[in-house]
């Protein structure tokens, strides 16, 4: 949502029923989530340990030749390590595991990471969680084959009850069952302080997350702390260990990898949330961008950034105009010159393909651009006015959604669903 609408102003303009309670929407506790959380270790053997959950993927640079592994406890284990191994084969590897210990919302965990290197690629491979005397069940893992590749896009998934991400989740996972990543695209979780938003954004994930990758883009709702003021992201930067950028300021804020025949450059529009205590975010992140896209040497570059390019008007507010978003005024000139192929942004909660754009107008030739919509139960409905550039709506009243991507060397292939499986929007990339 944007920062500069304030939540109560929201609130009044769409008369959404959430509850506000200081200064944010109420985050319900549910027991369920507990519930599903307990059941996320995976482990067995004679020293079993009930508390190792959250068994994750996370996105490497390079997924035909690496991948993160990172999973959490409550307690310390001794020598942690992730064995795997090729399908069929009984000869493993191993690599040691680093701990981390992280305080936040009153909440100790231990989060631990082992990145594998030199996997064989295109393989079929397993996982597993070892430590002294214990051993995890053994889960899935596909290298990058370099051709070919289907991932699955998730808007904002920030909830007031995360149930809703679950289904969504858990059925876009079922109906492609050959996806090979996903993206979420930012505001993964309402409130970036509250541990039990994480464990309800995790546990809705169990079965996905931990045979294939997440590539997780920030947004705003990942720098509010429980008073709803804005701190760093300290919460999101803990659960995932994206590839680093080279920023000794930003580490890890923003990111790029590859997949398949596509350059992923993964932006931070956070600069309005950062400025108090980390100044500078524009000014070093588009000199790494200029770096970044004259060094690929994929056929295709997509971009995946959290706010919005556009700005919209909102019903009730005549003062708003429409035109360009600031972060549009930014970036959509660079993306003109670097030759980006898809643009897809988030943050506002609806569904927008707004075709191709060059020089802030319809252009065959500019990249395309897709606000992707909403993933959780957090809506605006009839909040904005449609704008000139786009070109296909979501269904009204609006509901969530989420994105297939389809990509080969000779086209990108985009769809957009409902959350039953039908399908709002297609658009095919050639070149």
């Avoid at 556009?310 to 003062?319: A, F, G, K, S």
Wanted: aromatic letters at 12%; a negative charge.
């Amino acid at each position: 949502m944007d920062s500069k609408f304030s939540r109560r102003r929201f609130l009044a303009a769409c008369g959404a029923a959430i509850v506000l309670a200081g200064g944010g929407w109420t985050f319900m506790k549910y027991r369920v989530w507990q519930k599903l959380a307990g059941k996320a270790h995976g482990m067995t053997g004679s020293e079993k340990r009930d508390d190792i959950r959250f068994v994750r993927q996370v996105i490497a640079q390079d997924n035909a030749a690496a991948r993160t592994i990172m999973w959490q406890t409550e307690g310390a284990l001794e020598a942690p390590s992730v064995e795997y191994r090729c399908v069929g084969e009984e000869e493993t590897k191993r690599a040691s595991a680093e701990a981390d210990v992280f305080t936040d919302d009153g909440v100790t965990a231990v989060i631990y990471t082992a990145v594998l290197h030199d996997l064989p690629k295109g393989a079929s491979m397993e996982y597993r969680i070892t430590a002294k005397g214990v051993a995890g069940s053994w889960h899935s893992l596909h290298t990058d084959a370099g051709e070919g590749f289907t991932a699955l896009i998730f808007p904002d998934s920030q909830s007031s009850d995360y149930t809703d991400w679950q289904n969504l989740a858990q059925d876009a996972a079922k109906r492609n069952p050959r996806a090979d990543f996903f993206i979420n695209m930012g505001d993964l979780v309402d409130n970036g302080e509250d541990h039990t938003q994480w464990e309800a954004w995790f546990s809705a994930l169990s079965g996905i997350i931990d045979r294939i990758p997440v590539a997780p883009v920030m947004g705003n709702h990942e720098t509010y702390d429980q008073a709803w003021k804005v701190r760093e992201p300290v919460a999101y930067l803990h659960a995932f260990a994206v590839p680093e950028n080279g920023s000794a300021v930003f580490s890890r804020y923003y990111y790029s990898f590859d997949y398949g025949p596509v350059h992923f450059i993964v932006l931070n529009t956070q600069e309005d949330e950062t400025q108090a205590f980390h100044p500078g975010l524009v000014e070093e992140q588009t000199e790494w961008f200029r770096r970044d896209v004259a060094q690929t040497d994929r056929k295709w570059k997509i971009v995946l950034m959290h706010k919005e390019v556009l700005q919209y008007r909102i019903h009730n507010r005549p003062e708003r105009r429409e035109g360009i978003s600031d972060d549009g005024r930014i970036w959509m000139p660079l993306f003109d010159k670097a030759n980006i192929d898809v643009v897809f942004s988030a943050h506002l909660h609806t569904y927008r393909n707004r075709g191709h754009i060059r020089n802030f107008q319809h252009d065959p030739t500019g990249p395309l651009y897709i606000l992707t919509g909403v993933a959780g139960n957090v809506r605006y409905p009839g909040l904005w006015i449609d704008h000139s550039l786009d070109e296909t709506i979501a269904p009204q009243p609006e509901t969530d959604n989420y994105l297939t991507l389809k990509a080969d060397r000779d086209h990108l292939e985009i769809r957009s669903y409902l959350p039953d499986g039908s399908q709002i929007d297609e658009e095919t990339v050639r070149k």
